[in-house]
């Protein structure tokens, strides 16, 4: 039963990556009939952070009341409908307003079951299951572009993601027996919280909070920044079609994926520290690489920037999963799910705040800008998990 419950965990780490590179890879195709700026790319960004703000600062409330089991499967069909609802959408109204159950739907969910992961499993399966993350991610854009280049359009991207989702769920809550008997048998992670959820107040107070929410911050604003403009970047910096910048976006997330499956490996020889030092390393050398396709000349331009972007997004790999399984480690297991919920609610900030930003700055200056904006998030978070480290250590010595 342990073996099916963790294969129903993998299973919904897929789901979770599936959604999240859709709109950037539509993008290019949205914004013209719609009649809208650009830039407003961001603003849908920023409502479904803005949700997921919201739902992951309840996600310690909510797993201790219902369980981590029915939180997830709930969130899951919140997720389906809002993907739906994209479908149908005829305006962009339409999309700002089936973006708030998208956002809220996939808050709990993310903190709900990196949590358990974090407390019941070891490093690498946290890495593999984030690798399972990124072949949603993975396979999202791909989706997009085949319904574009064959001739279906957006909405059909955006359908048939919803029906996978609506397949998940229902894989879900055949699977909350499961999560049940491993609740009563003492294992869940309901099991590991105080007698009362932390306060967002006694959690910031924590020492190493605030450099791990800024950590988080970062980390979620250089991928939501990455997925959402990539696209836009290829096609109006190096004149990409929109199909063919759809699929060469997705290398990102493809290095994401290759990368957490070796991570995994490399997690039996290194620590979390480790493995996030590595990964900001190969990060930063991908960055530099992206900063090359500034050139004038068009076929080093592209070369550059599929290359940087698959770098990229190797070093992207061990940061985020090693950062979240790190947690009850500096923290405690009693703390770890009150403080993930507001490491997600960093995270979901960021993503909410920073891609935004960008498409204003896309808009009123050049989407060139991508490549220095990306560098200058990853400067802040090598900073801040450098801090963290310094906290934590000197925490231990002192107990």
Known sequence: MLHLLLAVIYISFISLG?????????????????????????????????????????????TRR?????????????????????????SFPAL?????????GAGSVDASLNNYVALHYASRHMSWL?????????????????ALTGGCGWHMGYRAVAILQITLTAVLLLSLPLWRRRRESGGGPENSAPDRPLSLGEVLRLPGAPEVMTAFFCYCAIEQTVGLWASSYLVLHLGLSSEAAAGFASLFFLGVTIGRGASG??????????????????????????LLSLGDSPVLGERAALTGLLLAGLGCAPVY?????????????????????????????????MPFLFGLA???????????????????????????????????GGR
């Open 18 to 62: 599936l959604p999240d590179a859709l709109l950037g890879a539509a993008w290019p195709s949205i914004y013209g009939p719609f009649g809208v700026p650009v830039s407003y790319a961001g603003l849908i960004s920023m409502i479904i952070a803005l949700g997921t703000v919201v739902s992951s600062l309840q996600s310690d409330r909510l």
């Open 66 to 90: 219902f369980g981590t089991g029915l939180v997830t499967a709930a969130s899951v069909a919140l997720t389906a409908a809002a993907l739906l609802g994209f479908s149908l959408s005829g």
């Open 96 to 104: 700002c307003l089936w973006a708030v159950p998208y956002g809220l």
């Open 130 to 146: 984030h690798c399972m993350w990124g072949i949603g991610a993975s396979i999202g854009p791909y989706i997009m572009g085949a």
């Open 265 to 290: 490996f490399l997690t039996l020889r290194l620590s979390d520290v480790q493995m996030v030092r590595l990964g900001l390393a190969i990060l930063a050398a991908g960055l530099t690489v992206l």
């Open 321 to 353: 999963p090693c950062l979240i399984h790190s947690t009850p480690a500096h923290f405690g297991t009693e703390r770890s799910q009150a403080v993930i919920g507001v490491q997600m609610a960093s995270a979901y900030i960021g993503t909410c705040l």
């Open 362 to 396: 896309a808009n009123r200056l050049s989407v060139a800008l991508f490549p220095v904006y990306l560098t200058a998030l990853l400067l802040v978070m090598a900073a801040a998990h450098r801090r963290l480290v310094r906290i934590s250590r000197s925490a231990a």
